[in-house]
Each structure stands twice: as C-alpha cells, then as structure tokens.
C-alpha cells in the first residue's frame, strides 16, 4: 500500500519549493504535483470501481497534470504542442474504450466528458480542448448510431457523396465568373470572422 508513502513523498517534494531558489522553483513543484499520482493510483487499487469508469479514472488526471505543467511552466512554449498530443491521446483512449465496451454507461460517460471538454475549451478559449472535444462528440455519436445509419443501402451513400461534388464544383464554377451566391458569401463572411476569432484562442 503505497498511499501514506505516497502522499509523504509528496509533502517532502512540496516543502523543498521554500529550500531552493527562485529560478528552480518549478523543479519542486513540478515533481510533488507528479508524485500525486502514486497515492492515486495506489488508491484505486484497493477501492471497489464500475468496470465503465476505470478507463476515465486511470487516464483523466494526465490531463490535470499537463494544465498543471503548463500552469509551473508557462514560458515553454512546446508544452501547447505536449498537450494537444495529451488530450488526443487520452480522447483516442476513451472512444477506443467506449466502442469496445459497447455498453450505455459509457457512451453517456464519453458524450459528458465531450461536451465539458467543448464547454471548458470555448469558455478558457483552449482549441486543443474545444476542437478535440467536438471531435470525440461527432465520433461517439457516430458509433452509438451506427445500427441506423450503417444499414442504409449502397446508393444512398453514393447519392449523398455525389450531390456534395456535385454542389462544390458548382460553387467553384459560378465563383470563376464572378457569380458569387449569398450563402455562400455568408459562409465565407462567417469563417473569416472565426478565425479571426480563433486567432486569440490558445
């Protein structure tokens, strides 16, 4: 049982942040806030979990602990890059889980963790989250409707895939002489506006 030492371990580390200098702060913070983990984990081991949470339990706090590095360390720029890779990961994980399971508990589980990672990326202005949150939203919609939409015949596919050419080369056709439609100037309008706003977004 690794929980008391665990969290001794972690004390120690947290009160060497006063015995060390200002520059190398981090250093100990970052190390106490890791050593977290292992009271964590030790914990889970002995306590009774729901088989449809333990993939949630064991991979979620690596999320906590990359806002917590980019908190200690918020100078290093590639850590943006380290935690887009993080929340891919660990939604790769949890669609994965939630597919192979193939039960309700988790599809509700996995819809709820999306929206709050849409929610929490749109409110803090986090792209890595909002997109990623959209993303594993779409694919878990996906895959619970998968018995409607996947018996649809053959041609219904083809016929949907060939009316969307079929409209795009229309629109680059009437763009090329200058015939722009409204709605399509609205949407271009709209995406500008976007990414203009997505541009101060982190």
Same mark, same amino acid.
Request: without cysteine.
């Given at each position: 049982?690794?929980?008391?030492?665990?969290?001794?371990?972690?004390? @120690?580390?947290? !009160?060497?942040?006063?015995?060390?200098?200002?520059?190398?702060?981090?250093?100990?913070?970052?190390?106490?806030?890791?050593?977290?983990? =292992?009271?964590?984990?030790?914990?889970?081991?002995?306590?009774?979990?729901?088989?449809?949470?333990?993939?949630?339990?064991?991979?979620?706090?690596?999320?906590? !602990?990359?806002?917590?590095?980019?908190?200690?360390?918020?100078?290093? !720029?590639?850590?943006?890059?380290?935690? %887009?890779?993080?929340?891919?990961?660990?939604?790769?994980?949890?669609?994965?889980? *939630?597919?192979?399971?193939?039960?309700?508990?988790?599809?509700?589980?996995?819809?709820?963790?999306?929206?709050?990672?849409?929610?929490? *990326?749109?409110?803090?202005?986090?792209?890595?989250?909002?997109? =990623?949150?959209?993303?594993?939203?779409?694919?878990? =919609?996906? @895959?619970?409707?998968?018995? $409607? %939409?996947?018996?649809?015949?053959?041609?219904?596919?083809?016929?949907?895939?060939?009316?969307?050419?079929?409209?795009?080369?229309? =629109? $680059?056709? !009437?763009?090329?002489? *200058?015939?722009?439609?409204?709605?399509?100037?609205?949407?271009?309008? %709209?995406?500008?506006?976007?990414?203009?706003?997505?541009?101060?977004?982190?």
């Amino acid at each position: 049982d690794l929980v008391v030492p665990g969290l001794f371990l972690t004390l @120690l580390a947290f !009160m060497q942040i006063k015995r060390v200098e200002k520059e190398i702060e981090w250093i100990p913070k970052l190390v106490s806030m890791f050593l977290l983990l =292992v009271p964590y984990y030790s914990f889970l081991t002995i306590i009774s979990i729901q088989e449809y949470i333990v993939t949630e339990l064991v991979v979620l706090p690596w999320i906590i !602990m990359i806002i917590g590095t980019k908190k200690i360390i918020s100078k290093l !720029m590639i850590l943006s890059y380290v935690e %887009w890779g993080f929340v891919i990961i660990v939604a790769l994980i949890l669609a994965i889980d *939630g597919y192979l399971s193939h039960t309700i508990y988790d599809a509700i589980i996995l819809g709820g963790l999306a929206v709050i990672s849409i929610l929490s *990326g749109f409110y803090f202005r986090y792209k890595s989250y909002f997109f =990623v949150g959209i993303g594993v939203l779409v694919l878990n =919609v996906l @895959l619970q409707t998968r018995p $409607y %939409w996947g018996n649809f015949p053959w041609w219904v596919y083809l016929l949907i895939a060939g009316s969307i050419l079929i409209a795009i080369a229309s =629109v $680059y056709e !009437m763009q090329k002489q *200058g015939k722009q439609p409204k709605a399509v100037s609205k949407f271009i309008e %709209w995406k500008n506006r976007l990414l203009v706003f997505l541009k101060t977004w982190k």
